[in-house]
């Protein structure tokens, strides 16, 4: 068990629906990072938060959103579905979010677009 | 622009072998680090071993060495007298010190054979 939840495990939706990721850290963890698993994409980096502030971006479309919470969980909020959305969403947290911390990884929410 | 490449999608491996799956990288900041990572079929994301950029000597943890090429811009991993339960995908991912963003390559199936 890595410490980091992530709710729900999987989910089933149609397109043009949204739905909310959720992801508690580690105890102690200040940074949050949100990944997309899909077959063909490999793990793709989408947003880091650090003690609620947004650190890093990588390819996050305009219709996912996220943020960090004061007590530290994150949300991954994605709306108009379409059927390429479907992947499995990772978090992950760190101690700090710099330096080369290994990032300890949630068990992650199998999205399905239908 | 930093750029993650595995370069073997699948790997056939006679149990107790040793295995080296590759991994080359590209990054102009002088300052990163190295990860790699372990994927079962049960989808869990585990950490296996790290390297920075500045480090004298080649990590290791246990069975598992990086072979750790820094003019080459190479972080092959070596697992020694491997075993059925190594049998999962590996993921080789990097840190530079411009963002805290970390990226992944699209990793290598790893079967191993009894």
């Known amino acids: 068990d890595s410490g980091v939840t992530q709710t729900p495990k999987h989910l089933i939706t149609a397109t043009g629906q949204r739905v909310t990721l959720r992801c508690s850290p580690r105890?102690?963890?200040?940074?949050v990072y949100w990944y997309q698993q899909s077959l063909d994409q490999g793990l793709q980096f989408l947003i880091q938060?650090?003690?609620?502030?947004?650190?890093a971006k990588g390819n996050i479309l305009e219709r996912f959103s996220a943020q960090q919470f004061p007590d530290l969980h994150s949300e991954l909020n994605l709306s108009s579905l379409e059927l390429g959305d479907s992947a499995l969403y990772f978090c992950?947290?760190?101690?700090?979010?710099?330096?080369?911390?290994?990032?300890?990884f949630g068990s992650g929410t199998q999205l399905s677009v239908l | 622009a930093q750029k993650i490449t595995q370069t073997q999608p699948g790997m056939f491996v006679q149990e107790k072998e040793a295995v080296t799956l590759d991994c080359t990288y590209d990054?102009?900041?002088?300052?990163?680090?190295l990860f790699w990572y372990k994927q079962p079929s049960s989808g869990e994301m585990i950490f296996l071993i790290y390297?920075?950029?500045?480090?004298?000597q080649n990590a290791t943890e246990g069975r598992y060495s990086l072979n750790f090429q820094k003019a080459r811009k190479s972080a092959n991993l070596v697992i020694s007298a491997s075993q059925l339960g190594d049998s999962a995908m590996y993921f080789c991912?990097?840190?530079?010190?411009?963002?805290?963003?970390?990226?992944f390559g699209k990793g290598t199936r790893l079967h191993i054979l009894p």
């Open positions: 390297q920075g950029s500045y480090d004298q």
């Open positions: 105890s102690g963890d200040l940074s």
């Open positions: 992950a947290s760190s101690v700090a979010g710099d330096g080369n911390e290994k990032l300890f």
């Open positions: 990054t102009s900041d002088p300052s990163y680090g």
């Open positions: 938060y650090y003690n609620g502030e947004e650190r």
């Open positions: 991912a990097m840190r530079d010190g411009r963002d805290d963003k970390i990226i």
